[in-house]
């Protein structure tokens, strides 16, 4: 019994020549294993989510192949790019605490001035660690084959540089604090 042959066009559709009888030739020979284990009706079913499977990894790996790198000048610069992306959040957090501040009864303090000028230096600190971040991503995957360690590396990545940020961004706010009370001292 033969595999359905739609399924067999779309691997041939989508294949290099040179691999499109060996994988169809797989197919086949799996379909077959299949029927005899399984049924004709189940057995097609399996075969097409196969199919598919290898179509879909084929559709990758040619638009990995497909796809030129950017030249040095097209290519963004991200010293300039993670910045800009981090200061929109760091805006948006400074605005929210001032806001909250407007609205309450007392209005805004000088120590609330203070709040929410500490809340864009913090979000800056993440702009500084995203290649960090970046790269230890890259050099630990979420990968089966170390899922677990990789797992765990992250996890303490993502600690450390919680405790930093937050450290960092407390002494900044600190440091703010103090010169506002000596501004108002003078």
């Given at each position: ?23 169809v ?8 294993a ?42 963004p ?6 910045p ?43 702009a500084?660690?995203?290649?960090l ?6 050099r ?37 604090m ?8 003078k």
């Amino acid at each position: 019994m033969s595999p359905p042959r739609s399924a067999t066009a779309l691997l041939r559709l989508l294949a290099a020549p040179s691999e499109a009888e060996i994988l169809v030739g797989d197919l086949e020979e799996a379909h077959r294993a299949r029927v005899a284990r399984r049924g004709a009706r189940i057995a097609s079913v399996l075969t097409w989510l196969e199919a598919l499977d290898i179509a879909f990894m084929l559709v990758r790996r040619r638009l990995r192949i497909d796809r030129s790198p950017l030249s040095r000048r097209a290519r963004p610069k991200w010293w300039i790019v993670v910045p800009l992306v981090w200061a929109v959040p760091g805006t948006v957090a400074a605005l929210q605490s001032l806001t909250s501040a407007m609205y309450s009864t007392r209005g805004i303090g000088s120590r609330d001035w203070i709040f929410a000028a500490a809340q864009f230096p913090r979000y800056m600190l993440w702009a500084a660690l995203t290649p960090l971040i970046f790269a230890a991503v890259r050099r630990f995957p979420f990968q089966t084959p170390r899922l677990a360690r990789s797992i765990a590396i992250h996890f303490c990545i993502a600690l450390l540089c919680i405790a930093l940020v937050e450290a960092l961004s407390t002494q900044i706010q600190s440091q703010l604090m103090s010169v506002a009370m000596n501004r108002t001292a003078k």
